[in-house]
């Protein structure tokens, strides 16, 4: 008996729409998240993530509407968010339906976010976005979708993070977003070594193998994807199966 | 039947709702002492704070209310923070009285492993359990929490391991709880919750 290791369909959206690209740029329509969720609900995923990686103020409606959307055809936990700075919009998404959100930019300006998010819905509703790119000989924390280098060492970033208040860190190789080249095993396995906290590992997914690599070398507590879900290139019944074959605890169904 | 979830600012109370939706059934919002009283089956959703829980309740005057319809026998679930406040108190906010159903404290579980205990993990029955019944013994349930009970006497029907053994599923009479979400845990977590309104059914 074990914590079974979580995988996790991904739906980056305009707030209404999903969309996908590599390494943050040339988005195009991946469809509907509501009906991409109730498919992932059926298929066996553990978790969902929903990201409005547009996060502009004007759409924030729309977004809040696809949260409840996607929310009402679940069974399983719920995870949103993109461009919370402040309690009152972190409240927003979770009574829209979601049980955790995300903070990724407005934490690095005010780390005092991550405890104020913790101390209002606990630490358990509070994920840490972290997106990660090589420089030089240490990864470092880009903000705004990975747009602009904030200096700060990402492992660093995570531990101060969970000190602040976050219950869970989402680290996003951009080394390695959309390219299908398999996880970034030795980030991974750095921010999970300096956290005790659970870490979701983003970017890069693949194969059954890839997967199973980021669980072992990469100490993952959970894998997140999105492309090769969305385009049925991987099976999340199949990559359970091929999980449970080579050892790792996974909650499989059906 | 009358399903009431009360109402105090929990976070859940949407996906419990929809949960219930999905098997058909019907519920109502109880946010104040009279409603409450209307009602012959109560779920107590939670997340968050054991303090702010407690705060909350205690606000609405609902405590008494609460503490009366079990002891009139109205059947109680209990969800996550919900099976957390039936407790005497908690490590969470130690100056607050839980809801006393049982005398144990809730306790922060040991940073052995991992925390929060975060995701799907199994149960370990040691007594029957009209809340597991046709539910597979290897089933996953969705758990999200630091703090738990370690012990609730002859109530602890399952267990989990998560670093340290802790109560997953309580039962005494008509006082029902999960530490677990079984509004999140699929299919297996409709059939507790459907199991739940059953016993509720069958006690009136």
């Known amino acids: ?254 | 039947m009358k399903i009431a979830l009360v109402e105090y600012g929990a976070g859940n109370l949407p996906s419990v709702e929809r949960a219930l939706t999905r098997l058909g059934v019907e519920s109502t919002r109880a946010s104040n002492p009279e409603s409450l009283a209307l009602c012959d089956t109560l779920i107590l959703p939670g997340v968050g704070h054991f303090g702010a829980l407690m705060r909350s309740l205690r606000e609405r005057s609902l405590v008494e209310p609460l503490r009366g319809a079990v002891s009139r026998g109205v059947p109680l679930l209990g969800i996550c923070l919900g099976l957390q406040a039936m407790f005497a108190s908690s490590d969470e906010a130690p100056g607050d009285a839980g809801l006393g159903l049982f005398p144990q404290a809730v306790s922060a579980l040991p940073p052995t492993d991992r925390l929060p205990h975060m995701g799907w993990n199994q149960l370990r029955r040691v007594r029957p359990s009209r809340l597991l019944e046709g539910v597979p013994e290897d089933a996953y349930f969705y758990f999200a929490h630091t703090y738990a009970a370690l012990d609730a006497g002859e109530a602890g029907v399952a267990f989990c391991d998560h670093s340290a053994s802790f109560v997953a599923v309580l039962e005494q009479g008509n006082v029902f709880a999960t530490q677990f979400h079984p509004e999140k845990s699929g299919p297996v977590g409709a059939q507790v919750l459907s199991n739940f309104v059953n016993c509720a059914r069958g006690s009136r």
């Open chain 1, 1 to 254: 008996m074990s914590l079974a290791h979580r995988i996790i369909p991904c739906l980056d959206t305009d707030g209404e729409r999903v969309v996908k690209g590599v390494n943050f740029v040339n988005l195009r329509d991946a469809g509907d998240p509501a009906e991409l969720a109730a498919r992932y609900n059926i298929e066996g995923a553990d978790e969902l993530v929903v990201l409005d990686i547009a996060a502009s103020r004007d759409h924030r409606p729309t977004f809040l509407e696809t949260i409840r959307r996607v929310a009402a055809e679940l069974a399983i936990p719920l995870t949103a968010g993109g461009g919370v700075a402040t309690v009152e919009e972190g409240r927003a998404i979770l009574r829209a339906g979601a049980d955790k959100l995300t903070v990724n930019t407005a934490a690095i300006r005010n780390p005092q976010l991550l405890t104020d998010l913790a101390a209002e819905f606990g630490s358990q509703a509070v994920v840490l976005a972290i997106d990660a790119k090589l420089v030089g000989d240490h990864w470092e924390a880009f903000v705004r979708g990975g747009s602009v280098p904030t200096g700060m060492d990402a492992v660093d970033w995570a531990r101060r993070g969970v000190d602040s208040g976050a219950g869970e860190i989402l680290v996003t190789s951009m080394d390695k977003d959309g390219t299908r080249s398999g996880f970034d095993c030795a980030l991974t396995a750095a921010i999970s070594r300096a956290v005790t906290v659970p870490v979701i590992a983003s970017g890069g997914a693949d194969a059954p193998e890839t997967f199973l690599e980021v669980f072992r070398e990469g100490r993952a507590d959970a894998a997140l994807a999105a492309s090769i879900f969305h385009d049925r290139i991987q099976g999340l019944g199949e990559l359970k199966g091929y999980l449970a074959a080579h050892g790792v605890a996974v909650r499989q169904t059906g």
